[in-house]
T-cell receptor, first 114, second 116 residues
Framework: EAQVTQNPRYLITVTGKKLTVTCSQN?????MSWYRQDPGLGLRQIYY???????DKGDVPEGYKVSRKEKRNFPLILESPSPNQTSLYFC?????????????FGPGTRLTVT | AQKITQTQPGMFVQEKEAVTLDCTYD???????LFWYKQPSSGEMIFLIY??????QNATEGRYSLNFQKARKSANLVISASQLGDSAMYFC?????????????FGSGTKLNVKP
């Protein structure tokens, strides 16, 4: 089954404690992306990657890091989480070479930073 | 400037009636794609429909159609014969081409409630 998986689904942590949210896709998509969803703001792109070792900032990259060492995986790293990073996070993947390809989304990770 | 604007934070519609969810976009790229996603209360993002900037006809997918007015930069979603299961959050999104080919922008969403 074609899918994007994220782990963990729920995470409560404390300020400053480094964490990683994993994302994996099995569709051989070149393009992967991270979003955060906040009430009233919709989804905002954090980082995206067009292929292995190729990443770029989205609209809200501050406080986040990513890496793309393998095509299928695109982890999101919060080196020193703060309460304003409490949010719902989505990973997504897509074919890259055609505008018509929609993004496939993971199930989301609800992060709370206290 | 906002790339995607959805001006209706919430809407109600009677079951079996049609409803239009508004979306306007801002881009100077000639090539772009417009998407609508549905997010039910369970949280997953479900792709509904796509419209390309060069498409001559409005996209349709079952009960969903996209009213694409290029000159007005609007891409409204029309849901015909609403069902209770249509109650959800709906997001309009744009993918820009040629240079910013890989950036997606989402609107703030419209929460649709279908009344029995």
């Amino acid at each position: 089954e074609a899918q994007v998986t994220q782990n963990p689904r729920y995470l409560i942590t404390v300020t400053g404690k480094k964490l990683t949210v994993t994302c994996s896709q099995n569709m051989n998509h070149e393009y992967m992306s991270w979003y955060r969803q906040d009430p009233g703001l919709g989804l905002r792109q954090i980082y995206y990657s067009m292929n292995v070792e190729v990443t770029d900032k989205g609209d809200v990259p501050e406080g986040y890091k990513v890496s793309r060492k393998e095509k299928r995986n695109f982890p999101l790293i919060l080196e020193s989480p703060s309460p304003n990073q409490t949010s719902l996070y989505f990973c997504a993947s897509s074919q890259m070479w055609d505008l018509a390809y929609e993004q496939y989304f993971g199930p989301g990770t609800r992060l709370t930073v206290t | 400037a906002q790339k995607i604007t959805q001006t209706q934070p919430g809407m109600f519609v009677q079951e079996k009636e049609a409803v239009t969810l508004d979306c306007t976009y801002d881009t100077s790229d000639p090539s772009y794609g417009l998407f609508w996603y549905k997010q039910p209360s369970s949280g997953e993002m479900i792709f509904l429909i796509y419209q390309g900037s060069y498409d001559q006809q409005n996209a349709t997918e079952g009960r969903y159609s996209l009213n694409f007015q290029k000159a007005r930069k609007s891409a409204n979603l029309v849901i015909s014969a609403s069902q209770l299961g249509d109650s959800a959050m709906y997001f309009c999104a744009m993918r820009e081409g040629l240079g910013n080919f890989n950036k997606f922008y989402f609107g703030s969403g419209t929460k649709l409630n279908v009344k029995p």
